[in-house]
């Protein structure tokens, strides 16, 4: 067997901060480079990211973390920092995800309400300079669908032809979404990144709020549209329109303005939905055939299903179009 090195390294690491001999066990991973482990110290339990230097920077997140929680969001309290080893000790947040605590049949109502509040703090935070969420971004998100998930997943390449006129049909959703107003944007706030910390008593709520280090400047409908059109999660369409019309009720009048009504911004949400699913798709193949994370390939139907219904919902059909409805091969 193999030994880990950095696993025993970041061991040795926690005990010299704790002053005492600790445990660690791994947990689920995410979609980086990074590792999580937990580490048992004194009956305390606490999360130690593991971020190799050489691939990944704990200074965005670490920004990012300083600044969302002076805006008043629930995120993990830092513990300990080695810089360049790559080592954060962080709050345990626990094991209850919001996904898990559906499965559980758990009730969604006091999740969202809490969801959404800590949104509003989120978008009227006053953050350090992020980076900016526009259209070259946006396509280049959407390439990895052409480049990931059309190769590796649907067997089939596509021409120089096809993908200038997909690049062509989606230059005016993502110029669209890209002059609405901005605001600080977490990236991914979905059911995987809010926890239910089982502390205090409190039940689970406040949401603890986790993965924030890839956080940007842009659309106000982002965060929401990764909340209600979830890739890993199937609401009903009443559901979200009810929600989506409550969160466009408590903008603040800067924020609102720019839209027509709430059947404008509720419009823009979907398109900015259909925009984070075609990256997600690429994602997950990607994830699958580049890195070896071949679990994510079972998140792509789901997707899939959640970006055609998109496209119904918005009128969104045609040639420059077909490399969306191409179906797996495997």
């Not at 810089?83 to 962080?90: A, C, Q, S, T």
């Not at 009903?236 to 924020?255: I, N, Q």
């Not at 404008?264 to 949400?269: K, N, S, V």
């Not at 998140?299 to 219904?309: G, V, W």
Request: overall charge negative; proline content about 6%.
């Amino acid at each position: 067997m193999n030994k880990d090195t950095r696993r025993d390294k970041a061991q040795d690491w926690a005990q010299q901060v704790f002053g005492q001999a600790c445990t660690i066990a791994s947990l689920a991973g995410d979609a980086s480079f990074r590792r999580y482990f937990r580490i048992k110290c004194n009956d305390v339990n606490y999360v130690l990211m593991d971020a190799p230097p050489e691939k990944e920077d704990v200074q965005p997140f670490l920004r990012v973390l300083g600044w969302m929680a002076q805006a008043g969001l629930r995120t993990p309290a830092l513990v300990a920092q080695e810089h360049e080893e790559g080592f954060l000790l962080l709050e345990d947040f626990g094991d209850v995800t919001w996904a898990a605590h559906l499965r559980q049949g758990g009730d969604i109502a006091p999740l969202m309400r809490d969801a959404l509040r800590q949104l509003h703090l989120l978008q009227a935070a006053v953050p350090e300079a992020l980076p900016v969420f526009d259209v070259p971004r946006m396509q280049r998100e959407c390439d990895l669908y052409l480049d990931w998930y059309l190769p590796q997943v649907a067997a089939y390449t596509p021409s120089q032809a096809e993908r200038d006129a997909f690049h062509a049909a989606l230059l005016a959703i993502l110029t669209e979404l890209a002059a609405l107003p901005r605001v600080p944007v977490h990236l991914d706030y979905h059911s995987r990144n809010l926890m239910l910390p089982q502390l205090d008593g409190l039940g689970g709520l406040p949401l603890g709020v986790i993965d924030f280090q890839d956080a940007v400047a842009g659309p106000v409908t982002y965060d929401l549209a990764s909340l209600l059109y979830d890739c890993y999660q199937d609401y009903p369409e009443e559901m979200r329109r009810e929600v989506s019309e409550s969160f466009f009720a408590s903008l603040p009048l800067a924020l609102s303005a720019p839209f027509v009504d709430v059947d404008d911004w509720h419009r823009l949400l979907r398109l900015t939905a259909m925009q984070r699913h075609i990256k997600a798709i690429g994602i997950f193949a990607r994830l699958a055939f580049r890195d070896g994370k071949r679990q994510f390939l079972d998140e792509i139907p789901l997707t899939r299903r959640h970006l055609r219904d998109e496209m119904q919902a918005l009128g969104i059909h045609g040639e420059a179009w077909a490399l969306l409805l191409r179906e797996p091969a495997l």
